[in-house]
Each structure stands twice: as C-alpha cells, then as structure tokens.
C-alpha cells in the first residue's frame, strides 16, 4: 500500500508518541513516588535552567519519536494480518477498477444500441408516415 512521504513524519510522530505515551503512563506510578521526595523551592535561575534543559531534551525527543514511531509502523506493517489486508486491499481495488471498467463499456454499448434503436424507430416512423400518406392517396 503506497503512503505519500509528506504523510510518513506526522503518522511516524503519532505512532511513536503514543507508543511512549503508554511506556510512560505504566512508569507513573513509580514516578510519582520518587519526585514526591525531591520537592524543593525553585528560584528563577534554577527554573530558567530547567526550562533550557527542557527545550533541549523536546527537540531529542521528538527526533527520538520519529524513529520510535517508524520503527513501530515497520513492525506493524511486516506484521502477517497487515500483510494479509494489505494483499485483500490489493485484491478489492483490482475488482473495483475491473468492475468499474465492465460497468464503463456496457455503459458504452447501451447508448450505441439506443441511438440504434432510435436510429431505426426515426426510420420505421418515416417509413408508415410514408406508407400512410401513399394509401390516403390512393384511397382519397
């Protein structure tokens, strides 16, 4: 199944963001409990280093989560039921072309055989026009 590369990055940075999303939320627990004990006053100098600190670790991270993220739609896609629905998916785009190529030429022959039938009412009509005009005056 081809995927457009403008779409990859943003579908990548999903996939891996909520694969660490849920690694993170098992952690939390644990977490909560460690930082409990490390409370202390911030000043501002300590919470403009954090903040830099901060900044430095989102911009590796959202590096980290493309690669995450890639890594894990890799693993999907080699995965034998994406194979499957991606050879299903193959298959129904195939019937629908075809089906959509049958329905396209009886579509085609339908409207030559009605300009024919037309054609040959248009005639057969002149033709009786002609015949019942002939008899009037031979009649009349």
């Known amino acids: 199944m081809p995927v457009i590369p403008s779409i990859r990055r943003p579908l990548y940075l999903a996939a891996g963001t ?14 909560y409990h460690r930082l409990q004990g490390q409370v202390t006053r911030l000043d501002a100098s300590t919470l403009r280093l954090a903040v830099e600190d901060y900044s430095t670790k989102a911009f590796e991270a959202y590096g980290d989560l ?8 890799g693993s999907i896609r080699r995965q034998k039921a994406s194979q499957v629905l991606d050879d ?10 075809s089906t959509a190529t049958t329905a396209r030429k009886a579509a085609g022959q339908t409207r030559t ?24 005056s031979k009649v009349g």
């Open 88 to 97: 299903e998916l193959s298959f129904t785009e195939w019937r629908a072309k």
């Open 18 to 31: 909520t694969d660490l999303i849920v690694e993170k939320l098992r952690e939390l627990p644990s977490e």
């Open 113 to 136: 055989r009605a300009k024919a039938t037309a054609s040959s009412a248009r005639k057969t009509a002149t033709a009786a026009s002609k015949a019942t005009r002939d008899a009037a």
């Open 66 to 73: 493309l690669s995450r993220g890639e890594k894990l739609v």
